[in-house]
Protein backbone atom coordinates (compact mmCIF):
# COMPACT_ATOMS: atom_id res chain seq x y z
CA UNK A 1 0.00 0.00 0.00
CA UNK A 2 1.28 3.63 -0.67
CA UNK A 3 0.90 6.25 1.92
CA UNK A 4 0.72 9.76 1.55
CA UNK A 5 4.01 10.61 2.38
CA UNK A 6 4.97 8.65 -0.63
CA UNK A 7 2.27 9.93 -3.16
CA UNK A 8 3.97 13.42 -2.26
CA UNK A 9 8.00 11.66 -2.89
CA UNK A 10 7.07 9.73 -5.72
CA UNK A 11 9.13 9.99 -9.18
CA UNK A 12 7.19 10.87 -12.29
CA UNK A 13 8.89 10.09 -15.43
CA UNK A 14 7.84 9.86 -18.88
CA UNK A 15 9.19 8.07 -22.27
CA UNK A 16 8.28 6.52 -25.43
CA UNK A 17 9.20 2.95 -24.59
CA UNK A 18 9.20 1.15 -20.88
CA UNK A 19 11.63 -1.93 -20.95
CA UNK A 20 11.32 -3.79 -17.32
CA UNK A 21 14.11 -5.89 -16.52
CA UNK A 22 18.14 -5.75 -16.96
CA UNK A 23 19.04 -8.95 -18.35
CA UNK A 24 20.20 -9.65 -22.13
CA UNK A 25 16.79 -9.81 -23.96
CA UNK A 26 15.95 -6.52 -21.70
CA UNK A 27 19.05 -4.61 -22.94
CA UNK A 28 18.76 -5.55 -26.55
CA UNK A 29 15.07 -4.00 -26.43
CA UNK A 30 16.05 -1.01 -24.89
CA UNK A 31 19.16 -0.62 -27.18
CA UNK A 32 17.02 -1.53 -30.64
CA UNK A 33 13.94 0.67 -29.44
CA UNK A 34 16.45 3.54 -29.27
CA UNK A 35 17.57 3.33 -32.11
CA UNK A 36 14.16 3.24 -33.19
CA UNK A 37 14.03 6.82 -32.28
CA UNK A 38 12.17 6.29 -29.19
CA UNK A 39 12.94 8.21 -25.57
CA UNK A 40 13.28 4.92 -23.61
CA UNK A 41 13.46 4.15 -19.51
CA UNK A 42 14.69 0.88 -18.42
CA UNK A 43 13.88 -0.22 -14.77
CA UNK A 44 15.25 -3.25 -13.17
CA UNK A 45 15.27 -4.32 -9.73
CA UNK A 46 18.96 -5.44 -9.63
CA UNK A 47 21.48 -3.70 -11.43
CA UNK A 48 21.42 -3.82 -15.27
CA UNK A 49 24.41 -5.62 -16.42
CA UNK A 50 25.42 -7.75 -13.62
CA UNK A 51 21.45 -9.03 -11.93
CA UNK A 52 20.32 -12.35 -13.39
CA UNK A 53 21.14 -15.80 -14.95
CA UNK A 54 23.34 -14.54 -17.95
CA UNK A 55 25.42 -12.16 -15.92
CA UNK A 56 26.84 -14.84 -13.16
CA UNK A 57 28.19 -17.19 -15.62
CA UNK A 58 29.08 -18.10 -18.90
CA UNK A 59 26.56 -19.74 -21.47
CA UNK A 60 26.55 -20.82 -25.11
CA UNK A 61 24.26 -19.38 -28.03
CA UNK A 62 22.64 -20.80 -30.79
CA UNK A 63 24.71 -19.14 -33.34
CA UNK A 64 24.50 -20.98 -36.72
CA UNK A 65 26.30 -19.78 -40.22
CA UNK A 66 23.37 -19.20 -42.62
CA UNK A 67 24.33 -22.27 -44.75
CA UNK A 68 21.40 -24.05 -45.24
CA UNK A 69 22.45 -27.55 -44.59
CA UNK A 70 23.77 -26.38 -41.14
CA UNK A 71 20.83 -24.49 -40.46
CA UNK A 72 18.77 -27.66 -41.31
CA UNK A 73 20.64 -30.02 -39.04
CA UNK A 74 20.44 -27.15 -36.16
CA UNK A 75 16.26 -26.80 -36.27
CA UNK A 76 15.87 -30.81 -36.59
CA UNK A 77 17.79 -31.13 -33.74
CA UNK A 78 15.63 -29.88 -31.45
CA UNK A 79 11.85 -30.71 -32.64
CA UNK A 80 11.76 -34.63 -31.01
CA UNK A 81 13.15 -33.07 -28.07
CA UNK A 82 10.71 -30.78 -28.08
CA UNK A 83 8.02 -32.85 -28.69
CA UNK A 84 7.37 -30.98 -32.19
CA UNK A 85 5.47 -28.01 -30.59
CA UNK A 86 8.26 -25.66 -31.87
CA UNK A 87 8.19 -23.61 -34.82
CA UNK A 88 10.24 -23.65 -38.15
CA UNK A 89 9.13 -20.29 -39.18
CA UNK A 90 10.01 -19.14 -35.72
CA UNK A 91 13.87 -20.98 -35.37
CA UNK A 92 14.85 -19.48 -38.60
CA UNK A 93 14.19 -15.90 -37.81
CA UNK A 94 16.25 -16.38 -34.79
CA UNK A 95 18.91 -18.03 -36.18
CA UNK A 96 18.77 -15.10 -38.93
CA UNK A 97 18.64 -12.41 -35.95
CA UNK A 98 21.02 -14.02 -33.69
CA UNK A 99 23.52 -14.03 -36.56
CA UNK A 100 22.94 -10.15 -36.61
CA UNK A 101 23.28 -9.50 -33.44
CA UNK A 102 26.21 -11.55 -32.73
CA UNK A 103 27.90 -9.11 -35.32
CA UNK A 104 27.01 -6.08 -33.51
CA UNK A 105 28.52 -7.81 -30.14
CA UNK A 106 31.89 -8.35 -31.95
CA UNK A 107 31.46 -5.12 -33.78
CA UNK A 108 30.18 -2.66 -31.83
CA UNK A 109 30.50 -4.26 -28.19
CA UNK A 110 33.51 -5.38 -29.41
CA UNK A 111 33.33 -8.04 -27.37
CA UNK A 112 36.81 -10.43 -26.69
CA UNK A 113 35.91 -13.55 -28.48
CA UNK A 114 38.51 -16.15 -28.81
CA UNK A 115 40.02 -17.06 -32.24
CA UNK A 116 41.07 -20.85 -33.36
CA UNK A 117 43.91 -21.46 -35.35
CA UNK A 118 43.13 -19.39 -38.59
CA UNK A 119 42.37 -16.14 -36.06
CA UNK A 120 38.61 -16.54 -37.12
CA UNK A 121 36.78 -15.45 -33.86
CA UNK A 122 34.83 -18.20 -32.43
CA UNK A 123 31.07 -16.57 -31.80
CA UNK A 124 29.23 -20.03 -30.27
CA UNK A 125 29.11 -18.17 -26.69
CA UNK A 126 29.70 -15.51 -24.09
CA UNK A 127 31.01 -14.73 -20.99
CA UNK A 128 28.16 -13.58 -18.98
CA UNK A 129 29.80 -10.95 -17.02
CA UNK A 130 31.78 -9.28 -19.93
CA UNK A 131 29.07 -9.71 -22.10
CA UNK A 132 26.25 -7.83 -19.90
CA UNK A 133 28.89 -5.81 -18.85
CA UNK A 134 29.35 -4.14 -22.16
CA UNK A 135 25.67 -4.63 -22.84
CA UNK A 136 25.03 -1.66 -20.16
CA UNK A 137 27.97 0.43 -21.92
CA UNK A 138 25.88 0.17 -24.67
CA UNK A 139 22.29 0.47 -23.25
CA UNK A 140 24.19 4.01 -21.94
CA UNK A 141 25.41 5.03 -24.46
CA UNK A 142 22.52 4.70 -26.46
CA UNK A 143 21.13 7.33 -24.22
CA UNK A 144 18.33 4.96 -22.20
CA UNK A 145 17.45 6.26 -18.91
CA UNK A 146 18.25 2.86 -16.26
CA UNK A 147 16.81 2.97 -12.82
CA UNK A 148 18.46 -0.13 -11.26
CA UNK A 149 17.14 -1.49 -8.43
CA UNK A 150 13.78 -0.11 -8.90
CA UNK A 151 11.30 -2.95 -9.36
CA UNK A 152 8.11 -2.59 -11.24
CA UNK A 153 5.76 -3.62 -9.09
CA UNK A 154 2.43 -2.98 -11.71
CA UNK A 155 1.38 -2.21 -14.98
CA UNK A 156 -0.74 1.14 -15.97
CA UNK A 157 -3.26 1.06 -18.83
CA UNK A 158 -5.17 4.07 -19.97
CA UNK A 159 -9.11 4.26 -20.64
CA UNK A 160 -9.14 1.67 -23.35
CA UNK A 161 -7.09 -1.34 -21.29
CA UNK A 162 -3.93 -0.29 -23.47
CA UNK A 163 -0.45 -0.82 -21.54
CA UNK A 164 0.76 2.88 -20.96
CA UNK A 165 3.18 2.80 -18.13
CA UNK A 166 4.00 1.08 -14.73
CA UNK A 167 5.13 2.36 -11.24
CA UNK A 168 7.56 0.49 -8.55
CA UNK A 169 10.18 1.81 -5.77
CA UNK A 170 13.45 2.89 -5.43
CA UNK A 171 14.60 1.03 -3.21
CA UNK A 172 17.60 2.75 -2.56
CA UNK A 173 16.21 6.08 -2.21
CA UNK A 174 12.97 4.20 -0.45
CA UNK A 175 10.55 6.30 -2.62
CA UNK A 176 7.59 5.20 -5.52
CA UNK A 177 8.39 6.14 -8.96
CA UNK A 178 5.55 6.05 -11.96
CA UNK A 179 6.52 6.07 -15.23
CA UNK A 180 4.00 6.88 -18.00
CA UNK A 181 4.76 5.23 -21.22
CA UNK A 182 3.86 4.48 -24.69
CA UNK A 183 4.33 1.10 -24.79
CA UNK A 184 6.13 -1.65 -22.15
CA UNK A 185 8.33 -4.34 -22.84
CA UNK A 186 7.94 -6.98 -19.94
CA UNK A 187 11.92 -8.21 -20.21
CA UNK A 188 11.45 -9.77 -16.42
CA UNK A 189 12.91 -13.02 -16.76
CA UNK A 190 11.34 -16.59 -15.24
CA UNK A 191 10.73 -18.04 -12.66
CA UNK A 192 12.44 -19.92 -10.57
CA UNK A 193 10.94 -20.12 -6.87
CA UNK A 194 13.89 -18.59 -4.78
CA UNK A 195 15.60 -21.84 -5.16
CA UNK A 196 19.42 -20.54 -4.80
CA UNK A 197 20.19 -21.54 -8.68
CA UNK A 198 23.08 -18.97 -9.74
CA UNK A 199 21.72 -15.75 -10.60
CA UNK A 200 17.77 -16.83 -10.26
CA UNK A 201 17.12 -14.50 -7.05
CA UNK A 202 15.81 -11.92 -9.84
CA UNK A 203 13.48 -14.24 -11.24
CA UNK A 204 9.81 -14.77 -9.29
CA UNK A 205 7.48 -14.60 -11.91
CA UNK A 206 7.04 -10.41 -11.45
CA UNK A 207 6.64 -9.95 -15.49
CA UNK A 208 3.84 -13.20 -15.85
CA UNK A 209 1.92 -11.77 -12.67
CA UNK A 210 1.68 -7.95 -14.11
CA UNK A 211 0.88 -9.64 -17.93
CA UNK A 212 -2.24 -11.53 -16.90
CA UNK A 213 -3.43 -8.74 -14.53
CA UNK A 214 -3.72 -6.92 -17.64
CA UNK A 215 -5.16 -9.51 -19.49
CA UNK A 216 -1.97 -11.15 -21.53
CA UNK A 217 -2.54 -15.55 -22.05
CA UNK A 218 0.72 -17.61 -20.79
CA UNK A 219 1.75 -20.87 -23.06
CA UNK A 220 3.77 -23.72 -22.16
CA UNK A 221 3.04 -23.10 -18.26
CA UNK A 222 3.15 -26.85 -17.96
CA UNK A 223 7.28 -27.56 -19.28
CA UNK A 224 8.35 -25.12 -16.10
CA UNK A 225 9.86 -27.95 -14.39
CA UNK A 226 13.60 -27.70 -15.40
CA UNK A 227 16.23 -29.20 -12.42
CA UNK A 228 19.52 -28.26 -12.69
CA UNK A 229 22.68 -30.16 -11.59
CA UNK A 230 24.56 -28.47 -8.95
CA UNK A 231 26.92 -29.35 -6.55
CA UNK A 232 25.71 -29.70 -3.02
CA UNK A 233 28.13 -26.93 -1.48
CA UNK A 234 27.31 -24.54 -4.75
CA UNK A 235 23.99 -22.78 -6.32
CA UNK A 236 26.49 -23.32 -9.83
CA UNK A 237 24.01 -25.06 -12.08
CA UNK A 238 26.21 -24.94 -15.46
CA UNK A 239 25.23 -28.59 -16.36
CA UNK A 240 26.82 -29.52 -19.35
CA UNK A 241 30.72 -30.37 -17.74
CA UNK A 242 28.48 -33.40 -16.29
CA UNK A 243 27.72 -35.01 -19.24
CA UNK A 244 31.69 -36.20 -18.47
CA UNK A 245 30.33 -37.67 -15.44
CA UNK A 246 29.80 -40.65 -13.44
CA UNK A 247 27.12 -41.41 -10.49
CA UNK A 248 27.55 -43.04 -7.44
CA UNK A 249 25.44 -44.08 -4.91
CA UNK A 250 26.53 -43.02 -1.05
CA UNK A 251 28.25 -46.38 -1.04
CA UNK A 252 30.68 -45.26 -3.86
CA UNK A 253 28.74 -48.20 -6.28
CA UNK A 254 27.74 -46.53 -9.83
CA UNK A 255 24.50 -44.87 -9.94
CA UNK A 256 22.82 -47.36 -12.80
CA UNK A 257 20.81 -44.94 -15.76
CA UNK A 258 22.24 -41.83 -14.09
CA UNK A 259 23.05 -39.12 -16.36
CA UNK A 260 23.08 -35.38 -16.89
CA UNK A 261 21.02 -35.50 -20.41
CA UNK A 262 19.67 -38.55 -20.04
CA UNK A 263 19.19 -40.21 -16.32
CA UNK A 264 18.74 -36.98 -14.56
CA UNK A 265 15.05 -38.23 -13.22
CA UNK A 266 17.08 -41.42 -11.91
CA UNK A 267 19.15 -38.92 -9.56
CA UNK A 268 15.92 -37.14 -8.54
CA UNK A 269 14.57 -40.59 -6.89
CA UNK A 270 17.91 -41.51 -5.94
CA UNK A 271 18.14 -38.01 -3.40
CA UNK A 272 14.38 -38.50 -2.54
CA UNK A 273 14.99 -42.57 -1.63
CA UNK A 274 18.79 -41.89 0.01
CA UNK A 275 19.66 -38.42 0.49
CA UNK A 276 22.80 -38.32 -1.51
CA UNK A 277 24.10 -38.93 -4.47
CA UNK A 278 28.04 -38.56 -5.60
CA UNK A 279 29.41 -37.30 -8.64
CA UNK A 280 32.66 -37.79 -10.22
CA UNK A 281 33.71 -36.31 -13.84
CA UNK A 282 35.99 -39.03 -14.85
CA UNK A 283 35.48 -39.32 -18.39
CA UNK A 284 37.12 -36.39 -19.48
CA UNK A 285 40.73 -36.98 -21.27
CA UNK A 286 43.27 -34.36 -20.13
CA UNK A 287 42.34 -31.86 -23.49
CA UNK A 288 38.77 -31.46 -21.96
CA UNK A 289 40.19 -30.78 -18.80
CA UNK A 290 41.69 -28.22 -20.16
CA UNK A 291 39.08 -26.72 -22.31
CA UNK A 292 36.66 -27.06 -19.57
CA UNK A 293 38.72 -25.14 -17.09
CA UNK A 294 39.21 -22.44 -19.81
CA UNK A 295 35.56 -22.63 -21.31
CA UNK A 296 33.73 -22.07 -17.22
CA UNK A 297 36.59 -20.89 -15.13
CA UNK A 298 33.91 -20.61 -12.35
CA UNK A 299 32.32 -24.19 -11.92
CA UNK A 300 35.97 -24.74 -10.82
CA UNK A 301 36.15 -22.22 -7.95
CA UNK A 302 33.84 -23.86 -5.14
CA UNK A 303 35.89 -26.85 -5.70
CA UNK A 304 39.46 -25.32 -5.82
CA UNK A 305 38.68 -23.32 -2.45
CA UNK A 306 37.42 -26.58 -0.99
CA UNK A 307 40.67 -28.74 -2.46
CA UNK A 308 38.21 -30.93 -4.14
CA UNK A 309 39.28 -32.03 -7.62
CA UNK A 310 36.34 -32.93 -9.50
CA UNK A 311 38.13 -34.84 -12.03
CA UNK A 312 39.43 -37.58 -9.91
CA UNK A 313 37.46 -37.33 -6.43
CA UNK A 314 33.73 -37.75 -5.90
CA UNK A 315 31.48 -34.97 -4.21
CA UNK A 316 27.75 -34.78 -3.37
CA UNK A 317 25.22 -33.29 -6.25
CA UNK A 318 21.74 -31.65 -5.56
CA UNK A 319 19.36 -30.81 -8.24
CA UNK A 320 18.04 -27.42 -8.20
CA UNK A 321 14.71 -26.07 -9.73
CA UNK A 322 15.45 -23.53 -12.62
CA UNK A 323 11.54 -23.65 -13.54
CA UNK A 324 10.78 -21.37 -16.66
CA UNK A 325 14.30 -19.98 -16.29
CA UNK A 326 15.36 -22.88 -18.32
CA UNK A 327 11.86 -24.21 -18.88
CA UNK A 328 10.06 -22.81 -21.85
CA UNK A 329 6.66 -21.79 -20.66
CA UNK A 330 5.87 -17.75 -20.11
CA UNK A 331 3.94 -15.20 -21.71
CA UNK A 332 2.06 -15.96 -25.06
CA UNK A 333 3.85 -14.34 -28.16
CA UNK A 334 1.01 -12.91 -30.53
CA UNK A 335 2.90 -11.19 -33.27
CA UNK A 336 5.92 -11.23 -34.95
CA UNK A 337 7.14 -8.42 -33.24
CA UNK A 338 6.81 -9.57 -29.72
CA UNK A 339 3.35 -8.08 -28.97
CA UNK A 340 1.32 -10.14 -26.36
CA UNK A 341 -2.06 -9.30 -27.83
CA UNK A 342 -2.77 -7.01 -24.99
CA UNK A 343 -2.49 -3.16 -26.62
CA UNK A 344 1.29 -1.67 -25.88
CA UNK A 345 2.51 -4.72 -24.13
CA UNK A 346 5.37 -6.58 -25.65
CA UNK A 347 7.51 -9.57 -24.15
CA UNK A 348 11.37 -10.65 -24.14
CA UNK A 349 13.66 -13.41 -23.12
CA UNK A 350 12.51 -15.77 -20.29
CA UNK A 351 9.82 -13.72 -19.61
CA UNK A 352 7.70 -14.78 -22.99
CA UNK A 353 7.51 -18.61 -24.16
CA UNK A 354 10.31 -20.10 -25.32
CA UNK A 355 8.32 -22.84 -27.50
CA UNK A 356 8.17 -21.55 -30.69
CA UNK A 357 11.67 -22.30 -30.72
CA UNK A 358 12.32 -25.05 -28.12
CA UNK A 359 8.84 -26.81 -27.78
CA UNK A 360 8.38 -28.57 -24.53
CA UNK A 361 11.94 -29.04 -24.30
CA UNK A 362 14.82 -26.75 -22.05
CA UNK A 363 16.84 -24.20 -24.36
CA UNK A 364 19.78 -24.64 -21.99
CA UNK A 365 21.84 -21.48 -22.50
CA UNK A 366 22.44 -21.61 -26.35
CA UNK A 367 18.78 -21.19 -27.50
CA UNK A 368 17.68 -18.88 -24.57
CA UNK A 369 20.22 -16.61 -24.81
CA UNK A 370 19.68 -16.47 -29.25
CA UNK A 371 15.81 -16.06 -27.89
CA UNK A 372 17.13 -13.43 -25.55
CA UNK A 373 18.81 -11.29 -28.23
CA UNK A 374 16.35 -12.14 -30.69
CA UNK A 375 13.18 -11.35 -28.87
CA UNK A 376 15.06 -8.24 -27.37
CA UNK A 377 15.09 -7.00 -30.31
CA UNK A 378 11.82 -7.12 -31.96
CA UNK A 379 9.53 -6.41 -28.83
CA UNK A 380 11.80 -2.97 -28.81
CA UNK A 381 11.60 -2.05 -32.31
CA UNK A 382 7.68 -3.24 -32.19
CA UNK A 383 7.03 -1.06 -28.79
CA UNK A 384 8.63 1.32 -30.19
CA UNK A 385 6.79 1.60 -33.75
CA UNK A 386 3.70 1.29 -31.10
CA UNK A 387 4.09 4.08 -29.49
CA UNK A 388 5.27 6.23 -32.47
CA UNK A 389 1.50 5.62 -33.62
CA UNK A 390 0.23 6.99 -30.45
CA UNK A 391 1.61 10.18 -31.60
CA UNK A 392 1.02 12.94 -28.21
CA UNK A 393 -1.69 11.02 -26.99
CA UNK A 394 0.76 8.81 -25.04
CA UNK A 395 1.83 11.53 -22.67
CA UNK A 396 -1.89 12.71 -21.80
CA UNK A 397 -3.53 9.49 -20.71
CA UNK A 398 -5.90 8.95 -17.90
CA UNK A 399 -3.58 5.77 -16.75
CA UNK A 400 -5.42 3.04 -13.61
CA UNK A 401 -3.00 0.60 -12.03
CA UNK A 402 -3.61 -2.99 -12.50
CA UNK A 403 -2.05 -4.42 -9.11
CA UNK A 404 -4.13 -6.50 -7.59
CA UNK A 405 -2.39 -9.53 -4.96
CA UNK A 406 0.72 -8.43 -2.80
CA UNK A 407 -0.10 -4.50 -3.32
CA UNK A 408 -4.26 -4.19 -2.82
CA UNK A 409 -5.66 -6.84 -0.48
CA UNK A 410 -9.50 -7.49 -0.73
CA UNK A 411 -9.33 -7.90 3.10
CA UNK A 412 -7.81 -6.33 6.01
CA UNK A 413 -4.25 -5.58 5.51
CA UNK A 414 -1.87 -8.61 7.31
CA UNK A 415 0.86 -8.20 9.34
CA UNK A 416 4.72 -6.94 8.46
CA UNK A 417 6.74 -9.33 7.08
CA UNK A 418 3.70 -12.13 5.92
CA UNK A 419 5.48 -12.45 2.55
CA UNK A 420 8.24 -14.58 3.82
CA UNK A 421 5.77 -17.44 5.50
CA UNK A 422 4.19 -17.04 2.09
CA UNK A 423 7.76 -17.27 -0.17
CA UNK A 424 7.92 -20.17 2.20
CA UNK A 425 4.91 -21.71 1.58
CA UNK A 426 4.95 -21.87 -2.06
CA UNK A 427 8.19 -23.54 -2.35
CA UNK A 428 6.90 -26.31 -0.31
CA UNK A 429 4.87 -26.97 -3.00
CA UNK A 430 7.00 -26.45 -6.40
CA UNK A 431 10.54 -27.29 -5.47
CA UNK A 432 10.31 -30.98 -4.09
CA UNK A 433 11.02 -33.22 -6.47
CA UNK A 434 7.82 -35.83 -5.72
CA UNK A 435 5.76 -32.87 -6.67
CA UNK A 436 6.70 -30.83 -9.39
CA UNK A 437 9.91 -32.89 -11.51
CA UNK A 438 8.78 -36.54 -11.17
CA UNK A 439 4.92 -35.36 -11.67
CA UNK A 440 1.87 -37.90 -10.68
CA UNK A 441 -1.56 -36.74 -11.29
CA UNK A 442 -2.85 -36.90 -7.62
CA UNK A 443 0.36 -35.12 -6.05
CA UNK A 444 -0.28 -32.82 -9.01
CA UNK A 445 -3.88 -31.93 -7.80
CA UNK A 446 -2.66 -31.85 -3.76
CA UNK A 447 0.20 -29.07 -4.57
CA UNK A 448 -2.18 -27.43 -6.96
CA UNK A 449 -5.01 -27.32 -3.93
CA UNK A 450 -2.33 -26.26 -1.81
CA UNK A 451 -1.43 -23.38 -3.67
CA UNK A 452 -5.23 -22.17 -4.35
CA UNK A 453 -5.47 -21.89 -0.63
CA UNK A 454 -2.06 -19.56 -0.21
CA UNK A 455 -3.08 -17.88 -3.23
CA UNK A 456 -6.47 -16.85 -1.39
CA UNK A 457 -5.00 -15.82 2.01
CA UNK A 458 -2.25 -13.69 -0.11
CA UNK A 459 -5.24 -12.04 -2.28
CA UNK A 460 -7.39 -11.25 0.99
CA UNK A 461 -4.35 -9.59 3.36
CA UNK A 462 -0.78 -10.07 1.57
CA UNK A 463 0.71 -6.49 1.30
CA UNK A 464 3.67 -4.29 2.33
CA UNK A 465 5.10 -0.69 3.02
CA UNK A 466 8.07 0.70 1.20
CA UNK A 467 11.08 -2.03 0.14
CA UNK A 468 8.60 -4.70 1.24
CA UNK A 469 6.16 -4.17 -1.55
CA UNK A 470 8.50 -5.45 -3.58
CA UNK A 471 8.97 -8.75 -1.36
CA UNK A 472 5.21 -8.89 -1.29
CA UNK A 473 4.47 -8.53 -4.84
CA UNK A 474 7.29 -11.57 -5.45
CA UNK A 475 5.75 -13.76 -3.28
CA UNK A 476 2.12 -13.00 -4.96
CA UNK A 477 3.71 -13.73 -8.25
CA UNK A 478 5.79 -16.84 -7.31
CA UNK A 479 1.89 -18.16 -6.30
CA UNK A 480 0.70 -17.64 -9.23
CA UNK A 481 3.54 -19.19 -11.11
CA UNK A 482 3.63 -21.94 -9.19
CA UNK A 483 -0.79 -22.54 -9.90
CA UNK A 484 -0.70 -21.61 -13.60
CA UNK A 485 2.00 -24.21 -14.21
CA UNK A 486 0.33 -27.17 -12.04
CA UNK A 487 -3.28 -26.47 -13.81
CA UNK A 488 -1.44 -26.66 -16.97
CA UNK A 489 0.78 -30.28 -15.83
CA UNK A 490 -2.40 -31.45 -14.69
CA UNK A 491 -4.53 -30.65 -18.36
CA UNK A 492 -1.76 -32.14 -20.51
CA UNK A 493 -2.52 -35.73 -19.44
CA UNK A 494 0.75 -37.08 -21.58
CA UNK A 495 4.14 -37.37 -21.63
CA UNK A 496 5.82 -34.37 -23.91
CA UNK A 497 9.35 -32.69 -23.17
CA UNK A 498 10.36 -31.93 -19.97
CA UNK A 499 6.90 -32.81 -19.02
CA UNK A 500 6.83 -36.05 -17.94
CA UNK A 501 3.65 -37.70 -15.71
CA UNK A 502 3.81 -41.02 -14.20
CA UNK A 503 0.42 -41.69 -14.70
CA UNK A 504 0.74 -40.65 -18.23
CA UNK A 505 3.90 -42.22 -19.70
CA UNK A 506 2.44 -42.53 -23.28
CA UNK A 507 5.34 -40.26 -25.56
CA UNK A 508 4.32 -37.45 -26.73
CA UNK A 509 0.58 -38.50 -28.06
CA UNK A 510 -0.24 -37.09 -31.83
CA UNK A 511 -3.47 -35.65 -30.56
CA UNK A 512 -2.11 -33.83 -28.10
CA UNK A 513 0.57 -31.97 -30.18
CA UNK A 514 -0.35 -28.79 -29.63
CA UNK A 515 0.71 -25.62 -27.54
CA UNK A 516 -1.30 -25.31 -24.45
CA UNK A 517 -2.76 -21.90 -23.01
CA UNK A 518 -3.47 -20.76 -19.66
CA UNK A 519 -4.98 -17.64 -17.66
CA UNK A 520 -6.83 -15.83 -15.19
CA UNK A 521 -6.02 -14.90 -11.55
CA UNK A 522 -8.93 -16.11 -9.28
CA UNK A 523 -10.40 -18.39 -11.76
CA UNK A 524 -8.08 -20.18 -13.80
CA UNK A 525 -8.37 -21.99 -17.26
CA UNK A 526 -6.33 -23.70 -20.18
CA UNK A 527 -7.30 -24.17 -23.48
CA UNK A 528 -5.03 -25.31 -26.78
CA UNK A 529 -3.77 -23.16 -29.30
CA UNK A 530 -6.11 -22.60 -31.53
CA UNK A 531 -8.86 -23.85 -29.79
CA UNK A 532 -9.49 -27.45 -31.57
CA UNK A 533 -7.60 -30.48 -30.96
CA UNK A 534 -7.59 -30.94 -27.37
CA UNK A 535 -9.18 -34.09 -25.72
CA UNK A 536 -11.55 -33.84 -22.93
CA UNK A 537 -13.28 -30.80 -21.49
CA UNK A 538 -10.93 -27.57 -21.21
CA UNK A 539 -10.62 -27.01 -17.13
CA UNK A 540 -11.30 -24.09 -15.44
CA UNK A 541 -10.68 -23.78 -11.71
CA UNK A 542 -10.97 -21.26 -9.05
CA UNK A 543 -9.22 -20.90 -5.71
CA UNK A 544 -12.74 -20.52 -4.20
CA UNK A 545 -13.56 -24.29 -5.77
CA UNK A 546 -10.63 -26.16 -6.54
CA UNK A 547 -10.53 -28.10 -9.46
CA UNK A 548 -13.79 -27.64 -10.60
CA UNK A 549 -14.96 -28.25 -14.46
CA UNK A 550 -16.37 -26.20 -16.75
CA UNK A 551 -17.02 -25.55 -20.43
CA UNK A 552 -13.80 -23.01 -21.22
CA UNK A 553 -14.43 -19.65 -23.44
CA UNK A 554 -13.80 -20.20 -26.96
CA UNK A 555 -12.10 -17.36 -27.24
CA UNK A 556 -9.72 -15.31 -25.40
CA UNK A 557 -9.81 -11.50 -26.56
CA UNK A 558 -8.04 -8.61 -25.04
CA UNK A 559 -9.81 -7.70 -22.08
CA UNK A 560 -10.35 -4.40 -21.07
CA UNK A 561 -9.96 -3.12 -17.27
CA UNK A 562 -12.67 -1.71 -15.56
CA UNK A 563 -11.81 1.69 -14.01
CA UNK A 564 -14.08 0.76 -10.61
CA UNK A 565 -12.55 0.34 -7.65
CA UNK A 566 -9.33 1.21 -8.44
CA UNK A 567 -6.88 4.56 -7.41
CA UNK A 568 -6.92 6.72 -10.35
CA UNK A 569 -2.47 7.95 -10.64
CA UNK A 570 -3.13 10.19 -12.78
CA UNK A 571 -4.61 12.57 -15.25
Not at 74 to 101: F, I, P
Request: aromatic share 6%.
Amino acid sequence: MTTDTEALDRLDLSCDVLVVGGGPAAAWAAVKAAEGGADVVLADKGYCGSSGATAAAGTGVWYVPPHPEEREAAMASREGLGGHLADRRWMARVLDQTWENMHEVADVSRYPFPVDAAGRQIRRGLQGPEYMRRMRVRVLRSGVRVLDHSPVLELLVDDAGAVAGAAGHRRQEDRPFTVRAGAVVLATGGCAFLSRALGTNVDTGDGYLMAAEAGAVLSGMEFSNAYALAPEFTSLTKTAYYGYATFYHADGTVLEGAGSKKGRSVIARALLDEGTVLCRIDRADEAARRAMRLGQANFFLPFDRLGIDPFTELFPVTLLAEGTVRGTGGIRIAGDDCATGVPGLYAAGDAATRELICGGFTGGGSHNAAWAMSSGTWAGRGAAAFARGLGGRARTRRLTPLGGAGLRPTGAPGPAGAHRAVIEAVRGEVLPYDKNYLREGGRLAAALGALDGIWGDLRASLTGYGPARGRAREAAAMAATGRWMYTAALARTETRGMHKRSDHPSQADPVWRHRLLTGGLDDLWTAPEGGTGAPGAHTVHTARAAHTVHTAPTAHPVHTVPAAGRAEVAR
